[in-house]
Each structure stands twice: as C-alpha cells, then as structure tokens.
Nanobody, 123 residues
Framework: QVQLVESGGGLVQAGGSLRLSCAASGRTFSTDTMGWFRQAPGKERDFVAG???????YYADSVKGRFTISRDNAKNTVYLQMNSLKPEDTAVYYCARRYGNSWSREAADFGSWGQGTQVTVTS
C-alpha cells in the first residue's frame, strides 16, 4: 500500500522559511514523479512544485525563485524548501505521487496523496 506522510508545516512570519518533508512507502520511489500541491480555504487545490525521476523540476509561477523541490531516493523522501514566505502562501500543503516518469501538473493525474500539513504565514 502506497503511503505518503508529510511533515514540517507550521506558523511563520512573512519573509521566513519552512522545509516540508514527505516520506513515501509502498513501492519504488525513484521511478515516480512527485509533486507538491496546496489548498487554501475556499479555493481549489493548486500545483506548487514537481520533480521527475530524471531530475527535472517544475514550479508554479507564484513560487518560482522562492521554493525548491528536491528528493532523496535513498530515503524515499521529497522535500519542499520554502523561502521568503508570504501570507498568500498560507494553505494546507499536500504531497502527491504519480506512478512513472511522465509529467503533469494536474492534481487529478496524481494517484496517491498525503494527509496534508498546514502552513500559516503571518504578516
């Protein structure tokens, strides 16, 4: 059974940093595409960042230059380093897994999801 467990969320002031982690289990991690999404209250779940097994990374325009996605295949873990946080980054952040190496930034194309971790940025 595939499981994803996020950690690292919290409360931070604007301009601060947080690092989210997502531990994956259940199948080979290194060949899959991993993504981070976020959902603010009353809004849809939006793409934030993605990582393919090839090493390619992708970012939403709103976080480009501030967030960095990385993965440690030996630890079956993907990370999201978030710097220069803004109040509009406040949301529940979800880790997601898409089997195989093909890329998509659509939430519907990711088959496994974590439970989410809250990130709150105060002004």
């Amino acid at each position: 059974q595939v499981q994803l467990v996020e950690s690292g969320g919290g409360l931070v002031q604007a301009g601060g940093s947080l690092r989210l982690s997502c531990a994956a289990s259940g199948r080979t991690f290194s060949t899959d595409t991993m993504g981070w999404f976020r959902q603010a209250p009353g809004k849809e779940r939006d793409f934030v960042a993605g990582s393919r097994s090839t090493g390619s990374t992708y970012y939403a325009d709103s976080v480009k230059g501030r967030f960095t996605i990385s993965r440690d295949n030996a630890k079956n873990t993907v990370y999201l380093q978030m710097n220069s946080l803004k109040p509009e980054d406040t949301a529940v952040y979800y880790c997601a897994r898409r089997y195989g190496n093909s890329w998509s930034r659509e939430a519907a194309d990711f088959g496994s999801w974590g439970q989410g971790t809250q990130v709150t940025v105060t002004s």
